[in-house]
């Protein structure tokens, strides 16, 4: 990775970086990229007091001070910004049909997070997911709206694996299609709310 793990891309390709990244594999170079502090990176800003996104990499740095006013905003939501992997990655929340009438559910762990949550607000109602690594276990709540229906991605090896309600998943309520896809447990769920468990220890 040149440039020591910071951030080689303009603008325009920063957006998809990480979101091409987990889609082919590789979230552990997402989540190491997020990580990084120097410039120029995304949490250089926030290491240097911001807290909204700035309009350039180099907005402001220790050597050269700010950049010319005519381009230089510092409350400037762009392409660079890393937001939508963050909630569609990290807290695992996205859609699958125009306006969350079909959700996905599929937070992917990493960077040695040991939980996360997230909550979004559809014209359907609130959409949660919410994760955490305790030992040897993982387990992930999710919240699926009136009127919609989600498709949920459990990082397990086999369905076996993973229990629901403290239950055997084969035999949980609301659950359909229950299927192994690409190293993960996958399964279609009605709306209401669902714990999932598993033993990592397990699917090592």
Same mark, same amino acid.
């Given at each position: 990775?040149?440039?020591?793990? @910071?951030?080689?891309t303009? =603008?325009?390709?920063c957006?998809?970086?990480? +979101?091409? +990244?987990?889609?082919r594999?590789?979230?552990d170079v997402?989540y190491?990229?997020?990580?990084?502090? #120097?410039? %120029?990176?995304?949490?250089?800003?926030?290491?240097?007091?911001?807290?909204?996104?700035?309009?350039?990499w #180099?907005?402001?740095?220790?050597?050269?001070g =700010?950049? @010319? %006013?005519?381009m230089?905003?510092?409350?400037?939501?762009?392409?660079? *910004?890393?937001?939508?992997?963050?909630y569609?990655?990290?807290?695992?929340?996205?859609?699958?049909?125009?306006?969350?009438?079909?959700?996905r559910?599929s937070?992917?762990?990493?960077?040695?997070?040991?939980h *996360?949550?997230?909550?979004?607000?559809?014209p359907?109602?609130?959409? *949660?997911?919410?994760?955490?690594?305790?030992?040897?276990?993982?387990?992930?709540?999710? @919240?699926v709206?009136?009127?919609?229906?989600a498709?949920?991605?459990?990082?397990?090896?086999?369905a076996?694996?993973?229990?629901?309600g403290?239950?055997?998943l084969?035999? *949980?309520?609301?659950?359909?299609?229950?299927?192994t896809?690409?190293?993960a447990?996958?399964?279609?769920?009605?709306?209401?709310?669902?714990?999932?468990?598993?033993?990592?220890?397990?699917?090592s």
């Amino acid at each position: 990775m040149p440039r020591n793990w @910071t951030i080689s891309t303009g =603008f325009l390709g920063c957006k998809h970086l990480n +979101l091409a +990244l987990t889609e082919r594999g590789r979230s552990d170079v997402a989540y190491r990229l997020l990580a990084k502090e #120097d410039y %120029p990176s995304w949490l250089f800003p926030v290491k240097n007091g911001a807290t909204t996104m700035w309009e350039r990499w #180099d907005g402001w740095t220790p050597k050269g001070g =700010f950049q @010319t %006013p005519q381009m230089n905003s510092f409350n400037h939501y762009a392409f660079g *910004a890393i937001g939508e992997w963050m909630y569609s990655a990290i807290a695992g929340i996205d859609a699958e049909a125009p306006g969350f009438k079909k959700i996905r559910l599929s937070p992917v762990p990493g960077g040695g997070l040991t939980h *996360a949550a997230g909550q979004l607000e559809t014209p359907y109602g609130p959409t *949660a997911c919410r994760w955490q690594v305790d030992g040897e276990r993982f387990s992930m709540s999710v @919240t699926v709206p009136p009127n919609t229906t989600a498709t949920v991605r459990i990082p397990a090896r086999s369905a076996e694996d993973v229990t629901e309600g403290g239950g055997p998943l084969g035999s *949980a309520k609301g659950l359909s299609n229950i299927r192994t896809e690409d190293g993960a447990v996958v399964c279609q769920v009605v709306s209401g709310s669902y714990e999932f468990s598993m033993s990592l220890g397990r699917s090592s």
